[in-house]
């Protein structure tokens, strides 16, 4: 569920703002009623009662920094050799300070190490400046996004006041992805900082900070890769004249040793359509020319970020659901930095993680995990996710599902296009793509998906075979089921054919899942599927499954006698 913006405000709009501040919002399945296109038939998810409590995947665990060696049941492929690497929440208190939200726990890194058909596991905890200045006081000092930091309770009462004027820490809790640049790891969130990580140790070796090479105020955990390594990534910068989303080019090799993200550059900047309220934005599609990127009703507002620590109000009451205004569709030339002209328009969604997108026959297409509903960040706040019985069922069956949906954008519209027809030529595709009589060009979408879905409480936290088939047409992507509020089942969604393919065991919720190709493999789904599956029950050990990704059948599990908290996003190296 994993879903996290750290934004921050470079301030000069008023004396208020006192230079930079920041603010984090992280994705997360915002779950609420889903119903399909109007043309389409509409859906209703069934409710859910009797959900087990998951409190325990939720709270502050130990860390394992020395190596524990886990017990192989099945059997793990002797191709397969490499490190899984995870990221997510694992620490929610200092002393007496609570965190708020499930996305404010600091980093906890996770290591499983296969090798020859052995797998062993380790765990650190992020030693961010944030998480050391906590610890150091035993206490919350640095905001996150659901949970305001407190003044000193040692200041007098006028400097506890006079504090809520001071600049505000910005944090460097990077809890949300594993990303590369150049060939080194870094753990990601959306902030300005990014933290270098060595994957055989689990130690920090460097802080980067994005606002030190390019403008912009952060990136998100998110990029894309062409085949040469060349990264692609978004972030936003804030000034006078308002806000704008940047893509970023960064090189995929380095000229010395000791470079980050040197020679980043932005490429273009797109202005938001409100100065003072930008769309918050997860992530983004890229095929082999274009970058997409989607401008969505979930609005940051700016002033209420500013002024949070004097109202006394965590970042994540700056943003709002506003449905009144479309969804957008903003297509970019990646080599040449040029925004296309084409205004493409559907009605207000929110997605947080793209599936995958390609052109064919002068089109873009664009696969998403849609949901129509953003009101509902709060459902990660703990308290909501720690709850049991009646309360728990309430908090999820009020939640909007997570679809996966494909919207067809055409490229070369001329002036002279008629309106009212459609101007998709796909005929593989029911999405549709009409010109009106202002020139905008109105999208609806088509389901990817067959009416099984829906009894698995929709798909989220998408992946494919990237290597091969990112930017490319393709047929499969994986996922997790969430007939919980963290996924309890593993998908494999054929887009084409429209059917699926589900791994579940009662009691055990799986991570995100990771595809890693069998070597010299050319079939799509030729490898296998990764997940690091835990459970509420003390009695049982959590687990790294592997799964055939062809028939999605298990082919051996590693246990561990660890307990894990349930994270974001991770990535498979080989060695």
């Not at 905001?143 to 004027?165: N, Q, V």
């Amino acid at each position: 569920m994993v879903f996290q913006i750290y934004l921050h405000f470079v301030s000069n709009l008023s004396p208020i703002t006192m230079g930079l501040l920041s603010v984090r919002v992280r994705w997360i399945p915002v779950l609420k009623k889903y119903m399909e296109n109007t043309h389409q038939k509409k859906v209703i998810v069934s409710r859910r009662e009797g959900l087990p409590c998951i409190a325990p995947l939720l709270t502050t665990v130990e860390e394992t920094p020395q190596i524990v060696a886990a017990r192989v049941r099945g059997h793990f492929p002797d191709w397969l050799n490499g490190y899984l690497l995870r990221i997510g929440p694992g620490k929610f208190e200092f002393g007496k300070d609570k965190y708020n939200h499930w996305f404010d726990g600091m980093a906890l890194l996770h290591q499983f190490k296969i090798e020859k058909g052995t797998v062993t596991y380790r765990s650190k905890f992020l030693q961010s400046d944030t998480y050391k200045a906590n610890s150091v006081h035993d206490r919350i000092v640095i905001s996150e996004f659901g949970t305001l930091a407190l003044p000193d309770p040692c200041k007098s009462i006028f400097e506890r006041f006079m504090s809520k004027f001071e600049q505000l820490a910005m944090t460097d809790n990077t809890n949300v992805n594993y990303v590369r640049y150049k060939g080194d790891y870094y753990i990601s969130t959306e902030t300005n900082f990014m933290n270098k990580v060595d994957i055989e140790t689990l130690e920090k070796t460097e802080k980067v900070d994005w606002s030190k090479f390019i403008a912009v105020n952060g990136a998100t955990a998110h990029p894309h890769y062409d085949p040469d390594g060349t990264a692609y990534n978004m972030g936003n910068s804030y000034g006078p004249h308002g806000s704008c989303y940047n893509v970023i080019r960064v090189p995929p090799e380095k000229v010395d040793l000791g470079e980050t993200i040197h020679g980043a550059q932005v490429v273009c900047s797109i202005a938001s359509a409100e100065k003072m309220k930008p769309s918050y934005y997860h992530s983004f599609g890229m095929t082999r020319n274009y970058i997409i990127f989607i401008e969505q009703p979930l609005k940051m507002n700016l002033w209420r970020i500013v002024t949070s620590k004097i109202r006394g109000k965590a970042f994540s009451d700056a943003i709002s659901w506003e449905p009144q205004y479309n969804t957008r569709f903003h297509v970019v030339d990646k080599h040449t930095g040029q925004l296309l002209p084409g205004m493409y328009y559907s009605k207000p969604f929110v997605t947080f993680h793209q599936i995958n997108a390609f052109e064919d026959q002068g089109c873009v297409v664009i696969d998403l995990c849609c949901q129509d509903n953003g009101e509902n960040l709060e459902i990660y706040q703990l308290q909501n996710l720690r709850k049991a019985g009646e309360g728990l069922d309430q908090v999820y069956n009020s939640a909007a599902k997570s679809f996966p949906r494909r919207f067809v954008l055409p490229l070369h519209v001329s002036l002279d296009a008629p309106e009212g027809k459609n101007l998709s030529p796909l005929s593989y595709s029911s999405a549709s793509a009409v010109k009106q009589a202002d020139g905008k060009i109105w999208c609806s979408y088509e389901n990817l998906h067959p009416e099984d879905l829906e009894e698995q409480g929709g798909v989220e936290f998408p992946q494919i075979n990237y290597g091969q088939f990112s930017g490319k047409k393709y047929h499969f992507f994986y996922g997790c089921g969430f007939r919980h509020l963290v996924g309890d089942s593993l998908i494999k969604v054929d887009v084409v054919n429209k059917t699926l393919k589900v791994w579940r065991e009662d009691g055990f919720y799986p991570s995100e899942p990771v595809f890693v190709p069998v070597p010299g493999a050319n079939e799509e789904d030729g490898g296998v599927i990764l997940s690091v599956v835990i459970t509420p029950n003390q009695n049982e050990s959590n687990f790294l499954l592997v799964l055939d990704a062809k028939n999605f059948e298990e082919l051996g599990r590693a246990e561990v006698p660890v307990q894990m908290p349930y994270g974001f996003h991770g990535t498979f190296v080989n060695i």
